[in-house]
């Protein structure tokens, strides 16, 4: 119940093109869902988000889209540029009221090539 | 801001040695830190949280006596392998909260890892 699922595991996209990775839980007490960025041999930094309260939400080119009632969330990247080249994370966390430690749960990460 | 540091970046020792890391949060006070390993090409798996002045907890399989970690202040958080040996090799990476009622509490800042490897 505590596995965040994410993909494709890898995805290449051409310059200008729109990126978009998918992630989908199952435990409902996960209110906080962040995506991070990694760049081979550094640590992982937080690039956007969201709660549950909305469906949306934009940062420059970084959108997420979150999809409450199917338990979803999706990372979109608008005009993919070559620097954009780094390994994808989405991640979850508990509630305060869900009593737990509230760790970050994961996903697999999504290597992310843009092609010049 | 909310830096987080780690020290060494890189390190390479003989099998059989101990291995300290530092974590420190440079301009932010952090109530929780965690620790994490990855290997390449894999995502991170937490192997421990720690809240200062207390002892930490370890996730399940995480031998305690082998990663000893302490957090004796706000700002700084180590850990200590003991007796590494080549399968010790890996990435690890700590990351911070801040101290609650300082702001926003949910996002955990990461450090830029330290990679381990054992001879």
């Known amino acids: 119940q505590q596995q965040v699922k994410q993909s494709p595991q890898s995805l290449i996209v051409q310059k200008g093109g729109i990126s978009i990775i998918n992630c989908a839980y199952e435990?409902?007490?996960?209110?906080?869902f962040p995506w991070y960025q990694q760049f081979p041999g550094k640590g992982p930094a937080l690039l956007i988000a969201?709660?549950?309260?909305?469906s949306e939400k934009k940062e420059g080119r970084f959108t997420i889209s979150f999809n409450k009632s199917a338990k979803q969330f999706s990372l979109h990247i608008m005009d993919s540029q070559p620097g954009d080249s780094a390994t994808y994370f989405c991640?979850?966390?508990?509630?305060?009221?869900?009593?737990?430690?509230?760790?970050?749960?994961f996903g697999s990460g999504t290597q992310l090539t843009v092609l010049p | 801001g909310a830096v987080v540091s780690q020290h060494p970046s890189r390190v390479i020792c003989k099998s059989g040695t101990s291995v300290k890391i530092e974590c420190r949060s440079l301009?932010?006070?952090?109530?929780?830190m965690f620790w994490y390993r990855q290997f390449p090409k894999q995502s991170l798996m937490l192997m421990a949280t720690?809240?200062?002045?207390?002892?930490?907890?370890?996730e399940q399989g995480v031998e305690k006596d082998k990663f000893l970690i302490n957090h004796a202040s706000l700002t700084l958080s180590t850990l200590t392998v003991t007796s590494a040996h080549p399968e010790d090799s890996s990435f690890y990476i700590c990351?911070?909260?801040?101290?609650?009622?300082?702001?926003?509490?949910?996002?955990?800042?990461f450090g830029p890892g330290t990679r381990l490897t054992v001879l």
């Open positions: 990351s911070a909260k801040l101290l609650l009622g300082t702001g926003p509490t949910d996002t955990q800042y």
């Open positions: 435990n409902t007490a996960f209110d906080y």
């Open positions: 969201i709660r549950p309260d909305v």
């Open positions: 991640a979850a966390q508990p509630s305060i009221s869900s009593g737990s430690a509230r760790q970050l749960t």
């Open positions: 301009d932010f006070q952090a109530t929780t």
């Open positions: 720690s809240n200062e002045g207390s002892k930490a907890t370890y």
